[in-house]
C-alpha cells in the first residue's frame, strides 16, 4: 500500500484553490496551470469553452482549438496587451451568449475591412478554416 501525505488545505485565492475551483477538462488542465493570467482571464478562457458547446460539433472543435492556441500564444503578453487582448475576448463571448440565446446563427460575416486587418498568418487560417482541401503557405 502507498503511504498517503497529506495534503495542505487550499487557502483561498490560492494557485490551486484556483485551478480546483475550474474542474476543467484535462486537456486544458494543464495550458491552465502554464498560464500567469489573472483569474478573469482563467475565468474567460474557461467561459469562452463552455459556450462552444451550443456550437455544431465542426465548429466547436476549430473554436476550442483557436481558443487554446490564443491564449497559449499570449500567456507572457504585457500587461497593456492583455487588457485589450481579454476585452476582445469577452466581446466575443458576450456576442456568442446573445446569438446562442436568441436562437440566431452563431457568428458574424467578415467584412474587407476585417479580413485586411488581419495578419497573413490570420488570413491563411481563415482559408484553411473555410476550405481544408485548399494547400497550406509555407511560413
Not at 487550499?10 to 502554464?34: D, E, F, N, T, V
Not at 500567469?36 to 478562457?45: E, N, R, V, W, Y
Not at 500564444?73 to 504585457?78: D, F, P
Request: proline share 6%; aromatic share 6%.
Amino acid at each position: 500500500a502507498r503511504a498517503r501525505t497529506a495534503r495542505r488545505p487550499l487557502r483561498r485565492g490560492s494557485h490551486r484553490h484556483l485551478h480546483s475551483q475550474l474542474r476543467a477538462p484535462a486537456a486544458c488542465a494543464k495550458l491552465l496551470r502554464r498560464m500567469p493570467h489573472s483569474s478573469t482571464a482563467i475565468k474567460l478562457f474557461r467561459d469562452i469553452l463552455k459556450a462552444h458547446r451550443a456550437l455544431p460539433p465542426a465548429h466547436r472543435k476549430l473554436g476550442d482549438s483557436m481558443v487554446k492556441q490564443e491564449f497559449r500564444q499570449h500567456q507572457n503578453a504585457t500587461p497593456n496587451f492583455l487588457f485589450q487582448f481579454e476585452r476582445q475576448w469577452r466581446d466575443y463571448l458576450q456576442q456568442l451568449r446573445v446569438q446562442t440565446l436568441r436562437g440566431e446563427p452563431v457568428g458574424r460575416a467578415l467584412s474587407d475591412e476585417d479580413i485586411m486587418a488581419l495578419s497573413d498568418e490570420q488570413r491563411n487560417a481563415l482559408a484553411q478554416a473555410l476550405d481544408p482541401s485548399a494547400p497550406a503557405a509555407d511560413s
